[in-house]
Each structure stands twice: as C-alpha cells, then as structure tokens.
C-alpha cells in the first residue's frame, strides 16, 4: 500500500522558517519527489522538485529562498523555506514519482497537504 506523508506545515511570521519533510512507502522505485502549492483560490503550482539524480528544479519565486533536498535512504523529501512571504501561504502538497508493487506503471502519487501560513 502507497503512502505519502507530509509533515512541518504550520503558522510563521513572515521572514520566518519552515521545514516541510515527506515520506513515501509503498514505492520501490522513486524516480522524482517533489513540492506543489496550492495558494487559497488559485491552481495548484510547483514549487520544487528534486529526481534521483539529485538534480532539482524551482519555480522562479522560491529561488534563493527554498531548498529541496532528498534522503533516498528513508524515501524522504524536504522542503527548507526560508524568508517566508505572506503570498507563501498555500497548502502544500509532495509529490512522489515512482513505481509500486501494485502497478507496473510509472504513476504520481500524492500526500494529502499541509497548510503553510505566513502572517505579514
């Protein structure tokens, strides 16, 4: 059975710091993990994702501020955010890439969100 579980969310002052962390189980091989947001009546948006690699990718308002980083070891992803804004408020949602027992395909699964907000 896939699980994806996410932790770290909360309430910060802006300026602030967070430590998002997930884990998967369930996924024997993960090919990318990653972070979206999705900001109170606005589509769901990537923030960072990070593959097996270790190469990542950041959307353009997090650069400099956020850094993904992966344990493959514990099928754990992290999200540091540092220099939080108010329009960092969102809830945040992993992402995981992989292959399970239960399917063959390569599919994404998801965690079920954490709330992020950022007070000015």
């Known amino acids: 059975q896939v699980q994806v579980v996410e932790s770290g969310g909360g309430l910060v002052q802006a300026g602030g710091s967070l430590r998002l962390s997930c884990a998967a189980s369930g996924i024997s091989s993960i090919v990318a993990m990653g972070w979206y947001r999705q900001p109170p009546g606005k589509k769901r948006e990537l923030v960072a994702d990070i593959f097996s690699g270790s190469s990542t990718n950041y959307a353009d308002s997090v650069k400099g501020r956020f850094t993904i980083s992966r344990d493959n070891a514990k099928n754990t992803v992290y999200l540091q955010m540092n220099s939080l804004k108010p329009e960092d408020t969102a809830v945040y949602y992993c992402?995981?890439?992989?292959?399970?027992?239960?399917?063959?395909?390569?599919?994404?699964?998801w965690g079920q969100g954490t709330q992020v907000t950022v007070s000015s």
């Open positions: 992402q995981v890439d992989g292959i399970s027992s239960s399917s063959p395909f390569l599919l994404r699964y």
